[in-house]
């Protein structure tokens, strides 16, 4: 996978987003935008950082999910941006789920399970192996590990879980995190190529059917489980969905119980670190 050097951004880019600003506004909500609009086709996400493009144009380019085109990247203010088509006239599952028919649901649901299923299809290379780590190979970022750092990347599931219960040694995780997770954590996964957010606030909705799944700075190489669990770490905005979802993909409730366990005691364990 090629991804070109971004250009520096300066004045001009700079020019667009302020005309964007005036004319559209912000994109997202509260006090943390995602990004920009600069005309009625393009949007800019600023700011980003490497794993999200990575894995955008590695599934854009080997799965036929529908994926908002990159257009070109700058460096803005010393950070990623990403300039991409805007996708028109849709809104949020999270907004519209309520609104949708019975039928819509159904269809939704299963669209998305399609592109699970496409995603958990891709192969890692043979250099990748049983790395869990971002598209390329390189650092990771997750949410649920750490709020804005990048972590990694591991050379094993084992390694990525010793990060999960901060370096606790094997013998002692059942003592401080229970036994669920002690469980869990001493099996064996192979690794899936993971969106590793596929919350209802990312997927687009127009006229009842998903047009695009966005923000994929959580994606790479994860433990096969990890879009399961991670699909309801905000599963509290639409339960019915994800009750949904769970009978049209693979379950891994004895691993979601696992990572609710450390979400309650040790959510974002590297947030500590300095």
Not at 24 to 45: D, H, Q
Not at 136 to 141: D, E, F, K
Not at 223 to 245: I, R
Request: with cysteine; charged share 25%; aromatic share 12%.
């Amino acid at each position: 996978m090629q991804i070109a050097a971004p250009a520096t951004g300066g004045l001009w880019l700079s020019l667009r987003i302020k005309y964007g600003r005036w004319r559209y506004g912000f994109i997202g909500a509260g006090l943390n935008p995602s990004g920009f609009r600069v005309s009625k086709e393009r949007f800019i996400k600023w700011p980003c950082k490497q794993p999200e493009l990575e894995g955008h144009q590695y599934a854009a380019e080997h799965t036929d999910i529908p994926i908002p085109r990159v257009c070109r990247t700058y460096m803005w203010h010393g950070r990623l941006a990403i300039e991409m088509e805007y996708v028109a006239g849709c809104v949020t599952l999270a907004a519209v789920w309520w609104e949708l028919t019975s039928k819509q649901r159904q269809h939704v649901v299963e669209q998305v399970a399609d592109y699970i299923k496409a995603l958990r299809a891709l192969k890692p290379s043979s250099t990748q192996g049983a790395k869990v780590s971002a598209t390329s190979g390189g650092a990771c970022r997750d949410v649920r590990v750490a709020t804005m750092k990048t972590f990694g990347p591991f050379d094993d599931v084992s390694a990525f879980h010793r990060c999960l219960t901060g370096g606790v040694d094997d013998a002692s995780v059942a003592k401080v995190f229970g036994e669920a997770v002690a469980d869990i954590h001493a099996r064996d996964y192979e690794t899936r190529f993971t969106h590793g957010d596929l919350g209802v606030q990312n997927i687009l909705i127009r006229s009842g059917k998903v047009v695009s799944i966005i923000d994929w700075e959580c994606s790479g190489w994860y433990p096969e489980y990890w879009e399961y669990t991670k699909a309801h770490y905000n599963s509290v905005y639409c339960p019915d969905f994800y009750e949904m979802l769970r009978e049209r993909i693979p379950r891994y409730d004895d691993e979601l119980a696992a990572e609710r366990a450390l979400w309650q005691s040790f959510d974002q364990p590297l947030n500590g670190e300095r």
